[in-house]
């Protein structure tokens, strides 16, 4: 063989070993090398695909040498690559280039989660400035507050009263904010220690479909995730009616690098409210955060956090006072109530890469939190002389850690994705107390007093299979808890326990008909845990109840600056609770079922104006009751929320918001209806330079409307009998506040 032949057979030997498809490994950041999560990676040959991990790393499989890739993701600048030689011997580094958001760009496929990408949408487009906003931005989430701030708002989601968090798990950074087991009700969530403008991204669920949650998952989950870094320092500060006052700082300590960003927040909030007595309310609110990569990109954040807050209340006042003209809408029966709380949290997150298949994330959390409540609820029905005021306290400490290994392989030609997690969450509460008092000073009687601990321990896989265009996605949970109360009102030391397993599966199936369509089916079974008091009180009756759900819907792109989502879903319940305030307990009121459909538009008509709205109707029964008297009190029918919004328009941004409830019964019979209402908030912004003009102005139209409503027995001091009958929280009036900022 002559060195012709032998240099001939070494060239086809190099070209037939470039032919074969091999792994591309890589990495994309911003302009301020700020690591991209949920890039779509295209090769527009072979048309593999992937998406970046949170640390902005990829694998590309499939890929050959010529082969044409496609980078983007919304909000930024495509970028194309053609594959070289070297592409295959280092890691890629992209730089992809931030723009306006160009909704005609988004391909529905492309998207890791399309839904999540459309809340994304919406908090570039509108940016918040108060805690309320932020839960306003998952769609179809309706809130209500009692408090001005004070105590944790009211939520509605899909057709549930959801009081303060019963049915709707919510999370910060891996951290449940749901808090079990509380002094003033069952899933209680306290979000005000979240500074709205530390907020980078949400991601929700509607439905017991998701392996990941499990507690409080019935009607769904919100997890909020905070930034890893911000691009600028600013201080800002707001003035408006009510005496009404926000101080916001927002510091970098360090300069963009690669490898480390670190950054504090700090808020503080006073106002004294509409109301004829001062709310006196204020807010201190303090966030830091620290992010390193090391250099194998595997990440760890550190995060701290501590708010305090205090205020008066008016209460919930009677309608048949507010009509006989004894007191205003921003009146008062007893304006003695108001309370105080605390939350300090740590928290640690770690991510790595563990092999090209394999990731895992994790993270490990300590909270420390104080509650204190004053309220008066029924004024002078169980006491004549010395009125119904009650506190609720508590004293809790929080433990937990959640870790999750997500793999990737084949199944023979079939891609799978398998992720597995455990996770552990342990409550120490004490001095869970529900008291009498008089004038927030004088104890007049311990109603129930002790220490509750309680421990959740979970574990959870769910795999997602590709066949092309279909996925199937089946998942099974396991939760453990125990449950420990030692009542400290009776003479002897008595310790209750009851413990309880439960298994959840779910299966999910995604369908892409075209690039801009997606069908979904998703179906489940979820659970919220009920109260330790009442577990042990029942001897282990209702400690888990089960949710079933079942939702069938699509995403779809039908014009190229419109997307639709819809949503026909069904959801029974094997036990409803109702929170019975002047008692302190979650009451078990039967089987219920809900039905219904959501519908969301999102609308881009130019590159600087946007509309989005989401409606949702239902109906909500109890089946355990006559018909006539199977209404689910305060469920609501119908709800809907949205508005135009102006992003960057020469200097000007801003919106007009609206949303909207409509009546919806207060008791089983429907005899007594809570008014919905219809309110409208307009806010403008002028951006010149480093300074930025702000003006917010709440309920325009000045309409009368009811924030928070109860069917309530009360009887005043004067009052010989009992009434049953409309109570309420008014909704703020005008309300007008003008803001400052300045970024360095």
């Given amino acids: ?259 480390q960003n670190a950054y504090i927040a700090t808020e503080f909030i006073s106002t004294d409210g509409p109301f004829e007595s001062p709310q006196n309310f204020s807010r201190f609110n303090i966030f830091g955060k620290y992010v390193i990569y090391t250099p194998e990109n595997d990440k760890l954040s550190l995060s701290a956090s501590h708010f305090t807050s205090r205020w008066d209340a008016s209460g919930q006042i009677p309608q048949r006072e507010v009509d006989n003209g004894n007191i205003t809408r921003f009146g008062a029966i007893d304006d003695t109530e108001g309370g105080e709380t605390e939350r300090t949290n740590l928290n640690v997150e770690f991510s790595k890469r563990i092999s090209d298949k394999t990731t895992l994330k994790s993270n490990a959390f300590y909270s420390r939190y104080a509650f204190e409540l004053y309220s008066n609820f029924t004024f002078f029905l169980e006491d004549p002389i010395n009125g119904d005021q009650i506190r609720q306290k508590e004293d809790r400490q929080i433990f937990g850690v959640n870790t999750a290994i997500t793999y990737n392989t084949f199944l023979g030609k079939t891609e799978m994705t398998l992720t597995s997690g455990l996770g552990f969450r342990h409550d120490i509460v004490d001095d869970v107390e529900l008291s009498r008092t008089l004038n927030r000073r004088t104890t007049l009687e311990n109603i129930s007093l002790g220490d509750i601990n309680q421990t959740n321990m979970d574990a959870f896989v769910k795999a997602e299979f590709e066949f092309g265009k279909l996925t199937i996605a089946p998942a099974l949970r396991l939760d453990y808890f125990k449950m420990l109360y030692n009542d400290k009102l009776q003479t002897a030391y008595t310790l209750q326990a009851e413990t309880k397993t439960i298994v959840s599966p779910k299966l999910n199936f995604f369908y892409d008909v075209k690039d801009n369509l997606q069908l979904y089916v998703k179906s489940g079974i979820g659970f919220h845990s009920n109260d330790t008091r009442v577990v042990v009180a029942n001897l282990c009756e209702d400690i888990l109840p089960r949710a079933y759900g079942l939702d069938v819907g699509d995403v779809w792109k039908p014009t190229k600056k419109l997307v639709v989502n819809t949503a026909l879903w ?175």
């Fill in 1 to 259: 063989m002559n060195y012709r032949k032998i240099i001939i057979l070494l060239i086809l030997a190099v070209l037939a070993s470039t032919a074969y498809s091999q792994d591309i490994k890589g990495q994309i950041t911003n302009e301020i090398e700020q690591p991209l999560e949920a890039v779509y990676i295209y090769n527009i040959n072979s048309q593999s695909h992937s998406h970046s991990e949170e640390n902005g790393m990829f694998i590309l499989k499939n890929s050959k040498i010529g082969d044409t890739i496609k980078v983007g993701l919304l909000g930024y600048q495509n970028k194309i690559l053609v594959l070289q030689p070297r592409n295959f011997e280092i890691n890629i580094l992209l730089v992809l280039e931030e723009k306006a958001f160009q909704l005609e760009e988004m391909v529905i496929i492309e998207e890791l989660n399309a839904l999540s990408t459309i809340s994304r949408l919406d908090l570039n487009t509108s940016p918040v400035n108060s805690t309320q906003e932020v839960l306003r931005k998952v769609p179809g989430l309706i809130i209500g507050q009692h408090a001005g701030g004070g105590k944790a708002e009211q939520l509605f989601l899909r057709g549930f009263d959801v009081d303060h968090g019963t049915d709707v798990a919510i999370s910060v950074d891996g951290i449940p904010v749901n808090m079990v087991s509380h002094a003033h009700g069952q899933g209680y969530s306290d979000l005000h220690f979240l500074i709205p403008e530390t907020v980078n991204k949400i991601d929700f669920g509607k439905g017991p479909y998701y392996a990941q949650e499990g507690d409080f998952n019935t009607a769904g989950y919100v997890g909020f995730s905070t930034r890893d870094y911000i691009k600028d320092s600013q201080i800002s500060m707001s003035v408006g009616d009510f005496n009404s006052l926000r101080t916001l700082g927002l510091f970098n300590l360090l300069e963009h690098t690669k490898n």
């Fill in 570 to 744: 069904y959801l029974f319940l094997e036990q409803e609770f109702v929170y019975v305030g002047d008692a302190g307990i979650v009451e078990p009121s039967g089987k219920t079922e809900r039905f219904g459909i959501d519908l969301g538009i999102r609308y881009q008509f130019n590159d600087w104006l946007f509309l989005d709205t989401d409606a949702t109707y239902t109906k909500a029964r109890s089946l355990e009751a006559v018909a006539g008297e199977d209404f689910i009190p305060l469920a609501p029918d119908f709800t809907m929320a949205g508005g135009l919004s102006v992003n960057n328009l020469n200097g000007f941004s801003g919106g007009i918001r609206y949303r909207y409830i409509d009546d919806r019964p207060a008791n089983d019979d429907n005899s007594l209806i809570a008014k919905g209402y219809f309110v409208t908030d307009f806010n403008a912004n002028y951006t010149f330079n480093n300074i930025t003009l702000g003006l917010v102005i709440e309920n325009m139209f000045d309409v009368e409307w009811n924030e928070t409503q109860f069917a309530t027995e009360s009887r005043l001091q004067n009052e010989a009998q009992s009434v049953e009958e409309i109570h309420f929280t008014p909704g703020t009036p005008f309300f007008i506040k003008g803001s400052i900022s300045y970024r360095f």
